[in-house]
């Protein structure tokens, strides 16, 4: 099968850091499909030689097994080409279709990694130009939109020259491995399935934590926040892997209708439940992982006396019959303690304790990273030959990459391959995500009318204080307070 793939922002943050090193892997892995080109398109002018490298240059800041040998690289860059586009001109994209046209690819993938106020004139000049045939798939990378209106504008634009089966928007936590374990072990086991609902579970956990701060990335960062970065998207995607009900077949629909119920079951926000039920913070100075690093506001182009969250952690439920009263909480944060992402899976204490001792209930952890595996929490009875049975806790541990033996696709590498080869099941449909934005805006809503500025946490910690006092309400507590 013949590919072309066709990176709009191709000078990107996002090309250099995420997508080329993927593109790289699949190469490596011999997975990229035999026939292909990879067109990087942007404003400036450069030759092949130059774009090539360039990205060779990059290289150097990825892991070092993934690093290519310049053997490797040289022939991997043989599918890299570069050309230069006004994405404001018509004849600019007419030329990009006779490029296209003159190979005739079976494949055209069109990734948009631009800023996502290209969006809607990208869309429009590809229709126009023809580039939008049945054989052209569209890839849009988050964020997609600012809120509601402007993510329905980009869908509008989108539905005019595409049909929805060929708009693949991107949530690259669902190309995580650990994801497509949450799927495996809800609906290829039975044993979980019985207990998951609120009879056995008291409450469910979801931390994206992230040591690293706003980088280089401040002006952008500061007109996004946490809310609309992580919660939006990949926290409430996890929330709709654990929550969603079991989909009649592994189509991509099937899976999306499911994930969509969830997200229209989520209990909305008023003003009064976004100042009870959500915590917004914003990193101060302090010390990460032995480092001294800045707050946020002395990053680079972070505007002066900045609102903008950093963190955020909050309470919700999904009201339906599974899960009606258990607290599902969200919290996200940059330059917390660790990079740590996970799911908590919080079972009900036994009705009747027979045993002393530790009254600690059976809790299933899910980690998505930095290590991909799950843990189950037990209590066992650790004799003291006395007769007195004391229980201690233990966990069985299952670490994915171990018990695998292989190096496990990583996020972006398979949703690149998922789009050239037409697999829709890891991207979010249109409904999915205006379902999600209209969710938060309640939050953003109120965040705007209350001039209270983000709680302040120091680096390196685990948040604000108010994030503890969240969940201790509910009499509960975050992993790390365990
Ligand atoms: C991106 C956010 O979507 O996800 C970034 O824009 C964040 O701010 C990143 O750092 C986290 O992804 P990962 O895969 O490193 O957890």
């Known amino acids: ?10 000078t990107g943050d996002l090309a250099w850091r995420k997508l080329m090193p993927a593109l790289f892997q699949a190469w490596r892995h011999g997975k990229l499909p035999g026939d ?48 230069r586009m006004d994405l404001s001109r018509p004849e ?107 009879e056995s579970i008291a409450s469910i956990q979801i931390t994206i934590a992230e040591s690293i701060g706003v980088g280089t990335r401040g002006d952008f960062y500061d007109q996004t926040g946490a809310l609309r970065d992580m919660v939006q998207n990949h926290a409430l995607q996890l929330l709709t892997m654990i929550a969603m009900e079991p989909p009649s077949t592994s189509d991509a629909d099937a899976i999306r209708d499911e994930k969509l119920k969830v997200l229209k079951s989520l209990k909305p926000f008023t003003a ?35 609102a903008t969250e950093t963190f ?12 009606a009263g258990v607290p599902f909480y969200l919290r996200t944060g940059k330059r917390l303690a660790a990079r740590d992402a996970q ?23 899910i980690k ?48 690149l391959l998922d789009a050239i080869a037409g697999r829709l099941n890891l991207f979010v449909r249109s409904d999915e995500q205006e379902q999600a934005w209209r969710w938060v805006e309640p939050v953003l809503e109120a965040w705007r009318a209350d001039p209270q500025a983000p709680r302040p946490y120091v680096a390196g910690s685990w948040g604000p204080a108010a994030s503890s006092a969240l969940v201790a309400r509910d009499g509960c507590a975050w992993a790390e307070e365990l």
């Not at 892991?63 to 570069?82: G, N, T, V, W």
């Not at 201690?392 to 696709?409: G, H, K, N, Q, Y």
């Open 1 to 10: 099968m013949s590919f072309d793939l066709v990176l709009f922002g191709g």
């Open 36 to 83: 292909g080109r990879i067109l990087a398109v942007a404003r400036d002018e450069r030759s092949d030689a130059e774009y090539r490298s360039h990205i060779r240059a990059r290289f150097g800041g990825v892991d070092e097994a993934k690093q290519p040998s310049d053997e490797e690289f040289a022939r991997f860059a043989e599918l890299l080409h570069y050309r």
């Open 92 to 198: 600019h994209y007419a030329g990009l279709r006779q490029w296209l046209d003159a190979r005739a690819a079976d494949t055209v993938v069109v990734f948009l990694a631009t800023s996502p106020h290209l969006f809607v004139p990208i869309c429009e000049q590809l229709g126009r130009a023809g580039i939008n045939g049945a054989h052209v798939r569209l890839v849009l990378e988050k964020p997609l939109g600012h809120d509601l209106a402007s993510a329905r504008r980009i869908n509008e634009a989108v539905a005019a020259h595409f049909r929805e089966e060929q708009a693949l928007r991107i949530d690259h936590y669902l190309g995580k491995p650990a994801v497509q374990n949450l799927m495996a072990l809800r609906f290829g086991n039975a044993l979980f399935e019985p207990l998951w609902r609120r």
């Open 272 to 306: 009064d439940s976004v100042a009870h039920d959500v915590v917004r913070g914003q990193y101060r100075a302090g010390v990460v992982g032995g480092q001294k690093v800045p707050g946020y506001l002395e990053e680079a182009k972070v505007p002066a006396g900045s």
């Open 312 to 323: 955020v952690a909050l309470r919700t439920e999904v009201r339906n019959w599974r899960w």
């Open 343 to 365: 799911i908590v899976v919080a079972f009900r204490a036994v009705p009747h304790p027979i045993f002393p001792g530790t009254r600690q209930a059976n809790k299933l952890v």
């Open 368 to 415: 998505l990273q930095p290590e991909d595996g799950l843990e189950l929490h037990l209590l066992a009875a650790r004799s003291g030959g006395d007769g007195n049975e004391t229980l201690s806790p233990v966990s069985l541990d299952l670490d994915f990459d171990r018990a695998f033996a292989t190096e496990r696709v990583g996020g972006y590498e398979r949703l």
